[in-house]
């Protein structure tokens, strides 16, 4: 099993968000332009609610707007960080399930967006592989590239919690 640590050297999409099911929408902090420039990718009001799982100034929502910020390693998650995934995948589901247009967001809206984006369609009824194939078709090839993710997924988030809570935490 492989664990991409990064995306450097992955090309930003050229879309700042692709709707992944109605009302759910997987982005990134930027977008590469026709002519390959790097452009930032800023959301105002176009969603109900921002979900952003690598916090960065700038980049929206718009003020007042709802917006959950908790910041995510692109690795191994541990036990906390998986219960932040479950939480916030739920809170996306019940939102899309309410109506609400939701943006869920990481740097390139690939791999820690691609996991809340696809546990979120788990909770509203997808198979986990149903799930994957959506956000790689929807948003890139490159969505949930980082193998590991997928196993959470499949696994379950719950089991994936329960074993990482199990393991020592690593020596620094």
Known sequence: MSTRQNDS???????PWNEIAPG???????????????????VDAEFDLVV????????????????????LPDGPLDAWQLTAVQ????????????????LV??????NRSGLVAAQA??????????AVRLVRERRSPRALGDDLLVQYLVTGLETARLLAALSPPPLS
Request: positive net charge; charged residues 20%.
């Open 121 to 130: 369609l788990v909770e509203l009824g997808s198979a986990p592989d149903e």
């Open 9 to 15: 050297g992955a090309p930003e999409p050229a879309a």
């Open 87 to 102: 939480s916030l995948s739920r809170t996306v589901a019940e939102a899309v399930v309410s109506g609400q247009s939701v």
């Open 105 to 110: 967001r990481g740097r390139t809206g690939h």
């Open 52 to 71: 952003s799982l690598c916090p960065a100034a700038g980049h929206g929502p718009a003020p007042g707007r709802p917006h959950r910020v908790v910041a």
């Open 24 to 42: 759910l929408w997987l982005g990134g902090l930027h977008r590469t332009d026709a002519a390959g420039r790097r452009l930032p990718v800023v």
